[in-house]
């Protein structure tokens, strides 16, 4: 029987024939573009599809797509396999630790699932460019990186051109932590965007440096210490490596030691490691009900077999009535950085220092810029390249904001992570 | 900003590293979430999955799915009972079987795929028909989580941290009191030290001020709290080089969230009035002594034990430590009243064994927000679809349908063989007014969908599926989180889901 499968490489039509059956009925949720029958399976078969991210997500986006008919899926990730994957990441074995991600779980599904080219490339997004994006019918993001969603958001935005269709992209995008994730659909420049939700996203609340330095009360505090003051001090020489046991270890027991001078309890090994990597807990089962969510949005989207998620559900598996869903229309924003028409308001001190006001911008709910550029539509305060620039622009830095712009003056921002420029309207307050 | 840290008189020993092991190495993100006793809890376990075969609800799929999300963190062992052999079909849905698996028993390929995933885990196949072995004495002994018991008590609910703080400022111990006391006059205290004070020692000096000014009255409701709030507020230095106090911030930040009697939450009132919680013999389970310990604990002072935890907040290293230490001493020497409880009703009810320390101890830290989930028809395997003559689930289809946002309709055309035609059309002429057609549309078309797809399989479908049963085995294995009490439907056109209650 086995051998009736697969004649002369083509593999079999037969175990397509729950798919088949469901894209070959009229479905009376499906709109007027939905044309059900074999047209509608090649329209499948021939959207090139790529997948961003191959760990948690990635594995089960891959099989996923895979078993739903696509047959042309590319797959982008940097990473390489560590241990601490193989808890859900189904796609990879002890034995392929250290390999690359995207490569061991192209090859996987490519032979578990006949008749699928998956095409891998082990590097990073920002290693592509246009033309490169431009070839895919949708994109799905499995990340757990917020600067490489931004990216690739503001990328895809930047790419719209009203005269052509096809530069519209659909990005589909998944993400999840602990028991709780969330899926959505954006389309460039027409809906909600992930800078528009980027407040979400918000980063966890600086521990004041006082803080470390002079009064700490929690083993944490303890923990950034030693990574933030005690390393710099006395390991200046070494590159912190958080995947190096002697330095985690170095990390722990100077904690552990500033912790008993304070009687702080609680200090651990894995908490060292959490605080310091910043660790998300994850498992196999909430990446399963995204990555099969995103999914479901892709299948859609090449289909038309039923409306696409319009525009973001939230799933919590550990809620205090079991578990819920939230499906809503996240709103576009108007003032977003990325893809609104207006410049984002933002309130200041005037005598804050230029230098002050760009550091807050990394922290900041609706900017986390790190390493910001800016200027006014007439001049430049201050730009970190070229050099020349720098130089020139350095002694702004010492400023204070209302001696370099007006109240409400608008002044673009751009950084290295991103592709476009972020606008904002600076409102002095009182 | 310098300040003398409270230095022990010799310096502490270092301890050995404690590096993590492979098994933490490997499983560490998920032990995150549910620790090593959940771990434990989850490697003794042995699920069962046995495939219904019947048209319209092929659940190999969504099973082997379940058991990848289970295998992957580490259960004991599992078993597949699946009497069927694997067919083409099978080969575009299941990812767990291959071109050489066809015309072959599908529990056993399916098996052997699936236990490539973890080593760790031992995986066993039945091929017979379910007639054939189910009946078979004891043949359902070896698996856990398959027989639901009357009462499935959790004690580790993980509530959401933002919820679970429990300071007692309304209800302050001596201890806590003597401690705003000693602060002395503020007004004399020095800008650090004004700037240092704990909030919640804040917070316990003004509402002893406000109660001396409102009849020996706690602020109770909004408008009081708010009040109350801008008097702390006023309390603040502002002459200061920032121009306010961090310390002062944080306390009316607290107000409205901590400034409430502490109540018995619904889940613990119920638990209560459990006849297992009041009626102890000899055999009760552990749990149901300490809920009884607890109990009595609640009767005599009119609140849980103090959990014991403090939220980090602006003070000196030494300031804050010694009001932690306020706060777990007190609740260590709750948990002390309870155990004392504990052991009299061990040695009244003749038990044999002592109930360890620890046990007692977590149930006290998480007393409000323990859970029973009953089982009050005390059936073993509870019917997961309506049947027939289910007149209660019928009658409560009405209130279903015409809820806000409701999806019942899929769980009505799910279930349309055992919906008596006149009821269908009483349902379809109801009102309503949610968007998207009348009612009668809506009905419709879940029908037909349900329908045109009725036998066939769509991966995702079965993965979220399984995605979510893991999640809920996950939860009743290691008897941490809530799991879901009811039916629960996904509708991936929607991308939604709601839980129906049978
Ligand atoms: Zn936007």
């Known amino acids: ?430 | 900003m310098t300040e003398e840290a409270p230095r022990e008189t010799t310096p502490p020993p270092l301890q050995p590293i404690q590096a993590p092991s492979a098994k933490e190495r490997k499983y560490d993100r998920q032990l995150r979430l549910w620790a090593a006793s959940g771990q434990r809890a989850l490697e003794e376990s042995h699920v069962l999955l046995v495939v219904g075969n019947t048209a319209g609800s092929n659940t190999s799929v969504a099973g082997a799915e379940t058991l990848k999300n289970l295998i992957l963190p580490s259960i004991g062992h599992f078993t597949i009972a699946d009497s069927a052999k694997v067919t083409e079909a099978d080969l575009g849905v299941n990812f767990f079987l291959e071109e050489s698996s066809l015309a072959k028993s599908r529990a056993e390929e399916t098996t052997s795929f699936l236990q490539e995933l973890n080593p760790d885990v031992q995986g066993h196949s039945i091929k017979d028909p379910l007639h054939d072995w189910l009946p078979k004495q004891d043949s359902l002994k070896p698996y856990n989580l398959i027989l639901l018991p009357a009462e499935f008590p959790i004690v580790d609910t993980h509530p959401d941290p933002e919820t679970v703080q429990d300071l007692r400022l309304l209800k302050p111990w001596d201890e806590l009191q003597a401690a705003e006391k000693e602060l002395g006059d503020l007004s004399q205290m020095t800008d650090h030290d004004h700037g240092h004070v704990p909030w919640l020692l804040l917070l316990l000096r003004y509402l002893q001020h406000w109660k001396q000014q409102h009849g020996g009255q706690y602020p109770s409701n909004f408008k009081e709290k708010t009040e109350f709030r801008s008097f702390v507020r006023d309390q603040a230095r502002t002459s200061n080089a920032e121009g306010g106090e961090e310390n002062f911030d944080e306390a009316c930040a607290a107000v409205l969230k901590s400034i409430s009697p502490p109540t018995l939450g619904s889940g613990c009132r119920e638990m209560f009035n459990i006849d297992s919680c009041t009626h102890l013999t000899q055999a009760s389970a552990n749990f149901w002594l300490v809920a009884n310990a607890i109990k009595q604990f609640y009767d005599k002072h009119e609140v849980l034990p103090l959990p014991g935890g403090l939220p980090d907040m602006k003070a000196t290293s030494a300031g804050y430590i010694k009001l932690q230490t306020i706060y777990k001493a007190k609740a260590r020497a709750d948990i002390a009243e309870v155990t004392d409880t504990v052991r009299k009703l061990e040695s009244s009810l003749g038990r044999p064994e002592q109930i360890a320390g620890s046990e007692i101890e977590q149930f006290c830290k998480n007393a409000a927000f323990v859970r029973v989930l009953t089982n009050h028809g005390k059936q073993p395997l509870p019917e997961l679809r309506l049947l027939k003559g289910d007149e209660k689930t019928l009658t409560k289809l009405p209130a279903m349908l015409t809820s806000f946002q409701s999806i019942s309709e899929v769980f009505l055309a799910m279930n349309i063989d055992f919906i008596p035609s006149s009821t269908l059309s009483e349902l379809k002429a109801l009102e309503d007014m949610i968007e998207g057609g009348t009612l009668e549309e809506r009905i419709d078309k879940a029908i037909e969908e349900v329908t045109r797809t009725l036998g066939h399989e769509m991966h995702n479908t079965s993965s979220i599926t399984g995605g979510m049963v893991a999640q809920e085995a996950i939860k009743l294995l290691t008897r941490q989180y809530v799991p879901v009490d009811g039916v629960v439907i996904w509708d991936g056109i929607r991308s939604r889901t709601e839980i129906v209650k049978i």
């Open chain 1, 1 to 430: 029987m086995a051998t009736d499968t697969i004649t002369n490489g083509t593999v079999s039509r037969a175990r397509w024939q729950h798919l088949d059956t469901i894209l070959a009925t009229a479905s009376p949720y499906a709109d007027e573009d939905y044309v059900p029958g074999p047209n509608t399976v090649s329209a499948l078969e021939s959207s090139k599809i790529l997948v961003i991210g191959a760990g948690g997500l990635g594995c089960e986006l891959l099989k996923n797509l895979a078993l739903s008919g696509f047959k042309d899926i590319h797959v982008i990730d940097m990473d390489t396999i560590d241990v601490s994957n193989l808890n859900r990441q189904f796609l990879f074995r002890q034995s392929d630790v250290g390999k690359s991600k995207a490569e061991v779980a192209a090859a996987f599904v490519e032979k578990r699932v006949p008749g699928v080219k998956i095409t891998p490339y082990n590097g990073k997004i920002q290693d592509k460019d246009e033309e490169y994006y431009m070839q895919f019918k949708l994109i799905i993001c499995g990340l757990d990186s917020i600067e490489a969603r931004r990216w690739i958001n503001s990328t895809l935005i930047d790419m719209v051109d009203e005269s052509n269709p096809e530069s519209l992209k659909p990005l589909i995008d998944g993400g999840t932590e602990g028991f709780k994730g969330q899926a959505r659909v954006i389309l460039p420049t027409l809906t909600s965007c992930i800078e528009c939700q980027l407040s979400m996203h918000a980063p966890r609340a600086a521990v004041p440096l006082c803080t470390l330095a002079t009064i700490p009360r929690q083993p944490q505090h303890c923990i950034e210490w030693a990574h933030i003051i005690a390393w710099p001090e006395q390991r200046k020489d070494d590159l912190l490596d958080m995947d190096d046991p002697e330095h985690v270890s170095w990390l722990y027991q100077k904690a552990l030691t500033r912790a008993q001078e304070f009687n702080i309890t609680g200090v651990t090994y894995a908490m060292t490691q959490g605080v310091v990597k910043n660790i998300i807990p994850a498992i196999a089962s909430t990446n399963a009900i995204v990555a099969a969510a995103c999914t479901n949005e892709a299948l859609k989207l090449a289909t038309d077999c039923a409306p696409f998620l319009s525009n973001y559900m939230m799933y919590t598996g550990d809620s205090e009535s079991g578990l819920y869903t939230y499906t809503f229309e996240a709103e576009k924003k108007d003032d977003c950085p990325v893809c609104g028409q207006l410049a984002q308001n933002i309130a200041v001190d005037p005598v804050t220092t230029l230098e002050d006001f760009l550091g807050t911008l990394a922290e900041r709910a609706e900017a986390q810029l790190k390493k910001p550029s800016i200027r006014t539509e007439g001049k430049s305060l201050y730009m970190r390249f070229p050099p020349g620039l720098e130089q020139s622009t350095r002694p702004n830095l010492s400023k204070k904001l209302e001696d370099l712009v007006s109240d409400g003056e608008e002044v673009g921002v751009s950084d290295p992570a991103f592709a476009i420029q972020f606008k904002f309207r600076l409102n002095f307050a009182k």
